[in-house]
């Protein structure tokens, strides 16, 4: 079964194709991180322009790649939310435009519910397990147990880690996007250097709004010349630290035998290390290129959602998913 999947969820125009949820056929992302650099951040209006100029080249484009015609495409899944509201109507426009002219199968998918799925790509892998969902809207504990049957056990409370990584990626000078620019920082600087705050909630819970403060009230202190890199790696560590902390100890608790890592922070090499060097439980995670936001996760997880009956016509991207994990619009308050 071959599904095009389509991905508009924030600053990326993603279309891929996946065959039977695992064998990725192509997978194309124009990014448009130039275009948000002098904002700091996500810009909607710019995000929303820049999806509606590339979209329709970009599907006709991936169709040419994939040396297939739509007739042989079986159905069109597409990102509902979680993400900007501007930028996910761009693809679900684009998506039942397609359905409805093609007459295929369309899918709602819940992005989160994606980026667990992206370790289905190019792999073996089935529930259950346990995952943590890292990214920069999100960081969850879910108990995955079937395809699309899970348990979320943990949720942030307030910041995410990824949208900690760009705020604090914000504070050291660092251009747009913070974190990815932080973890080339903290390569140079000593993690051991400034001693910072673990947050004390529930053991599957997280909450990063303390470190983001103790970091601006440390660099307050600090003197003009400190070393930016130190402060990026201690930084980076404790938030590392205490990912694998939890996520391994919930492993333990429900007797998993695997390990499951998703997300954008899910690229982070350091915590790719540091997971694998701390359990002898089976740590899977998806390839560097299907960590961030892309359309192969969005067709895959498409797949294992074939079944669920949606409504054309009333699918928004303000409906409830049927993988059910909670909607949430991506928070991007200041610093």
């Known amino acids: 079964m071959k599904i095009l999947g389509i991905e508009t969820s924030c600053d990326e125009t993603s279309i891929a194709i996946v065959k039977d949820g695992r064998e990725v056929i192509i997978n194309n992302t124009i990014s448009q991180i130039e275009l948000h650099k002098e904002f700091g951040g996500v810009k909607p209006?710019?995000?929303k322009f820049a999806h509606e100029q590339v979209?329709?080249?970009?599907i006709e484009q991936t169709l040419i790649d994939g040396k297939l015609s739509m007739k042989e495409i079986d159905a069109i899944a597409v990102t509902v939310g979680p993400g900007l509201v501007i930028s996910l109507l761009v693809g679900l426009k684009s998506a039942k435009e397609l359905a409805k002219k093609f007459n295929k199968k369309l899918i709602g998918v819940n992005h989160l519910f994606g980026h667990i799925c992206s370790n289905f790509l190019e792999s073996d892998l089935e529930p259950p397990f346990i995952c943590l969902l890292a990214s920069g809207g999100h960081t969850q504990i879910i108990d995955v147990k079937t395809y699309t049957e899970y348990e979320i056990l943990g949720s942030t409370l307030d910041d995410a880690c990824g949208e900690a990584f760009d705020k604090i990626g914000r504070l050291l000078g660092l251009p747009y996007p913070g974190g990815p620019n932080l973890e080339i920082l903290a390569m140079d600087g000593n993690p051991e250097t400034f001693k910072l705050p673990e947050a004390k909630v529930k053991p599957y819970d997280f909450s990063f709004s303390g470190l983001k403060t103790a970091v601006l009230r440390l660099v307050q202190k600090l003197p003009v010349d400190y070393n930016k890199a130190d402060l990026a790696a201690s930084f980076q560590e404790n938030v590392t630290n205490t990912l694998v902390?939890?996520?391994i100890s919930a492993a333990k608790d429900k007797n998993s035998k695997k390990i499951v890592?998703?997300?954008g922070v899910a690229a982070n090499k350091t915590l790719r290390k540091k997971i694998q060097?701390?359990?002898?439980i089976p740590v899977f995670m998806p390839n560097l290129k299907y960590c961030?936001?892309?359309a192969a996760m969005?067709?895959?997880a498409g797949y294992f959602l074939k079944d669920v009956h949606q409504d054309i016509d009333t699918l928004d991207v303000f409906a409830k998913d049927p993988s059910s994990i909670k909607l949430k619009t991506l928070s991007k308050a200041p610093l």
């Open 298 to 300: 969005i067709a895959a």
């Open 277 to 280: 060097e701390c359990t002898h």
């Open 245 to 247: 902390k939890k996520i």
């Open 55 to 58: 979209i329709d080249n970009l």
């Open 45 to 47: 209006s710019i995000a």
């Open 261 to 263: 890592v998703a997300g």
């Open 292 to 294: 961030t936001d892309n």
